[in-house]
Each structure stands twice: as structure tokens, then as C-alpha cells.
């Protein structure tokens, strides 16, 4: 049973440049958010995709925007990239809708911006 | 806005004692609290949870206590091991809202 998938691992970008990160869904899972977590920080929200839309989103700026697959893989993309959104970007899945709010997370994308 | 807080940065403990990790949050409107432990390059990975109709949940050594009124809980782990050396994050979430929030995590080290 195949987890969450995460690429690239590692990601060296230039201010101003593009992004674009993809994961892969837990088997099962038809839900997908992403976090942006920095350096000594806890995940931050940024957001989440159902049924190929938006359906929810964190306090995060238009350059982040994402979208997803029919087979629910999701991709997230950084526009204008700020030497600040150096973090890194986790993937979670979940099935929805569900009793309980439990993610399953993906290894990460470590983004550096220089 | 720091809804959860984990106020201690790290832990440390010797094996075979209880770890006792804290968590604080601000938001009345979350009813759902987790726990996720994260090694170093994977993801934080699902420990376990509690809803706000309980104020106790225990899984094996670990067990989560919840105190609505005074918006704390905190994860038991007893008998500590060696392998439970991670970081520890609390996360919360509201009714109908999709966005969990995590505070800073807690790194754990239980010493042999």
C-alpha cells in the first residue's frame, strides 16, 4: 500500500523564478492539502483540493496556487518566489468526507531560494 | 496568529521513565486534537487524537489527555523508549474547517 509521494525531494530555485511541487495521494485518499513548513516551525496551511477544486485555503498569498489530477494527485505552484518561502512543503492526504480529521503526510520537498 | 502553542522546545528523558509533552491552544471552536511525530527527512506521522467530548484517549504507552477549561493538553508516553526520540507536534482543528493548525513541536530524546 503505497503512501503519500512527494517530488522532487530537493529543489534549489532563484528569486523570481517558478515552482512547481507534486504529490501522490495515500491509495484510498481522494483529499489533498499542503503545508509549508519553516525552519523550526510547525506545518502552516496553505491549501486543500477535493474533487479537482480549492476547497479550502490558508493565509497565503496568490502566488501559491495548486491544482488536482482526476486520479488525485495535486500539484502545488510558487510563483515569484521570495527568498521567504524557503521551507519545507508537505503533501497529506485524506479520505473525505470522514469522521475524523487524521493526515497522512508525504517526506517533503525541501525548497531553498537564493 | 499563534493558535497552539508548545512552549518547550525540547525534552529530554531517560528510558523507561514517562515523557510528559504540553500543548496550549487559544481557539475555542477546535474540537479535534492530534498528535504527529516527525523523524528527520519524513513527514509527521499520525500518533493519536483526542475529541473534545473526551478528555482522555490512550493507545498502548501513549495516552492524551485533554483540559477543555483550561485549553491545555498534553501526550503520556510510558514507558518511554529510545525509537520514541522525534519531534512531537500538537495540532487542532475545528468543525467543518480544513485547516489544522500545528504548534512549533517538541523535540524528544530518550536517553539509553
Known amino acids: 500500500d503505497a503512501g503519500v509521494t512527494q517530488s522532487p525531494t530537493h529543489l534549489i530555485k532563484t528569486r523570481g523564478q517558478q515552482v512547481t511541487l507534486r504529490c501522490s495521494p495515500k491509495?484510498?485518499?481522494?483529499?489533498v492539502s499542503w503545508y509549508q513548513q519553516a525552519l523550526g516551525q510547525g506545518p502552516q496551511f496553505i491549501f486543500q483540493?477535493?474533487?479537482?477544486?480549492?476547497?479550502q485555503r490558508g493565509n497565503f498569498p496568490d502566488r501559491f496556487s495548486g491544482h488536482q489530477f482526476p486520479n488525485y494527485s495535486s500539484e502545488l505552484n510558487v510563483n515569484a518566489l521570495l527568498l521567504g518561502d524557503s521551507a519545507l512543503y508537505l503533501c497529506?492526504?485524506?479520505?473525505?468526507?470522514?469522521?475524523?480529521?487524521?493526515?497522512?503526510f508525504g517526506p517533503g520537498t525541501r525548497l531553498t531560494v537564493t | 496568529d499563534q493558535q497552539v502553542k508548545q512552549n518547550s522546545p525540547s525534552l529530554s528523558v531517560q528510558e523507561g521513565r514517562i515523557s510528559i509533552l504540553n500543548c496550549d491552544y487559544t481557539?475555542?471552536?477546535?474540537?479535534?486534537f492530534l498528535w504527529y511525530k516527525k523523524y528527520p527527512a519524513e513527514g509527521p506521522t499520525f500518533l493519536i487524537s483526542?475529541?473534545?467530548?473526551?478528555d482522555k484517549n490512550e493507545d498502548g504507552r501513549f495516552t492524551v489527555f485533554l483540559n477543555k477549561s483550561a485549553k491545555h493538553l498534553s501526550l503520556h508516553i510510558v514507558p518511554s523508549q529510545p525509537g520514541d526520540s522525534a519531534v512531537y507536534f500538537c495540532?487542532?482543528?475545528?468543525?467543518?474547517?480544513?485547516?489544522?493548525?500545528f504548534g512549533a513541536g517538541t523535540r524528544l530524546t530518550v536517553k539509553p
Open positions: 497529506a492526504s485524506s479520505l473525505a468526507p470522514s469522521g475524523t480529521p487524521e493526515q497522512y
Open positions: 491509495s484510498g485518499h481522494d483529499t
Open positions: 483540493y477535493y474533487e479537482e477544486e480549492e476547497r
Open positions: 481557539n475555542s471552536m477546535f474540537d479535534y
Open positions: 483526542i475529541s473534545s467530548i473526551k
Open positions: 495540532a487542532a482543528s475545528a468543525h467543518n474547517n480544513n485547516d489544522m493548525r
